[in-house]
């Protein structure tokens, strides 16, 4: 198995575990694929949820310039609603866990088809 395989293995079980969510493998794949190199950046890697010019970030490079959406208050809400299914407490959270789920809540999911 590819560490790229492993790293989907393992962000697939913290979607089920600390997100309660069953994910798209498809998907999952694509976004960790779009995600580039920074996934086997162990800094780059995930996301600190108590950051803000992190959460600007994702804000600016993934929700406006990937997904195309309008930067509003809408998309700070969604970072933060992520963040909180995500477990504020959770150390890791993993940038192809948190892209994946801003994707799926922003049913944006065709960007990556």
Do not use: Q, W
């Not at 580039?36 to 600016?60: F, H, Q, R």
């Amino acid at each position: 198995m590819s560490k790229r395989d492993e790293l989907i293995v393992k962000y697939a079980t913290d979607l089920k575990e600390k997100c309660g969510v069953t994910p798209d493998m498809d998907l999952l794949t694509k976004v960790t694929v779009g995600c580039g190199p920074s996934i086997y950046n162990a800094d780059s890697a995930t996301v600190a949820g108590s950051d803000d010019k992190e959460l600007a970030t994702v804000k600016n490079n993934f929700l406006i310039k990937k997904l195309g959406l309008s930067d509003g208050a809408e998309l700070d809400k969604a970072i933060d609603a992520v963040m909180e299914k995500y477990g504020k407490s959770n150390k890791n959270k993993y940038r192809a866990v948190v892209y994946y789920l801003l994707a799926v809540h922003f049913k944006k999911e065709s960007v990556y088809k």
